[in-house]
């Protein structure tokens, strides 16, 4: 079946320090992967996706790039922020599947 | 737009008491599914609604249910709460069954005594 596999966490940087929190994933189809974020207290937001290979998602100055030769979708940001503090959800989603696929999550904090 | 809402935010119950959450999706989203998530398990798909009608169901007992209205609002039911049945319970809504994009609400913390 379908699994994500994300980085354990918590991951801990300094502010304007470099963020990446790797993902790694089976798919039993052609999956189209995603990048969750969740803040204290709240649900998961959308943060970005990518639906087929060599695309790259990108928002809020977050990017990550869908390799399917190494079957990655790691998530990069040059300089985090406090405000970033949230956990990550990587997830995908394949075709024949109306269920997405998460992995457990990647608590990051930042520092001032 | 509003985003998906869900009610109450918070519930105490105790262990064999069931319990009922409410999930409103996005304006036009037709599509509701439920999610349980905990620390030990992660992030759980329960089941999903479309028309009325249960599309997908992940793997939990039977005493997980839900119902969807003609308004597209879903309510999600645990009778015979057990302690494990801790949780944030989150429900997302997208335009159809399977669409690729899911909203998520805030979630229902429900603590069971």
């Known amino acids: 079946g379908d699994s994500v596999t994300q980085m354990e966490g918590p991951v801990t940087l300094s502010e304007e320090a470099f963020l990446t929190i790797n993902c790694t994933y089976t798919?039993?189809?052609?999956?189209?992967l995603f990048w969750y974020v969740q803040y204290p207290g709240e649900g998961l937001q959308l943060l970005l996706k990518a639906t087929k290979a060599d695309d790259k998602g990108s928002n809020k100055g977050f990017e990550a790039t869908y390799r399917k030769e190494t079957t990655s979708f790691h998530l990069e940001k040059g300089s985090v922020q406090v405000s970033d503090s949230a956990v990550y959800f990587c997830a995908l989603k394949t075709g024949g599947s109306y269920i997405p696929t998460f992995g457990r999550g990647t608590s990051l904090i930042v520092h001032p | 737009k509003a985003g998906v809402t869900q009610t109450p935010r918070y519930l105490i119950k105790t262990r064999g008491q069931q319990v009922t959450l409410s999930c409103s999706p996005i304006?036009?989203?037709?599509?509701v599914s439920w999610y349980q998530q905990t620390p030990g398990q992660g992030l759980q798909f329960l089941f999903e609604?479309?028309?009325?009608?249960?599309?997908n169901k992940g793997n939990f007992p039977g005493r997980f249910s839900g119902r969807q209205f003609s308004n597209s609002r879903s309510e999600m039911n645990v009778s015979t709460l057990e302690l494990g049945d801790s949780a944030l319970y989150l429900c997302?809504?997208?335009?159809?069954?399977?669409?690729?994009?899911?909203?998520f609400g805030p979630g229902t913390r429900l603590l069971v005594l």
């Open positions: 609604y479309f028309s009325e009608t249960q599309r």
């Open positions: 997302a809504s997208s335009l159809d069954p399977g669409g690729e994009t899911q909203y």
């Open positions: 798919a039993t189809g052609y999956p189209s």
């Open positions: 304006s036009g989203h037709r599509s």
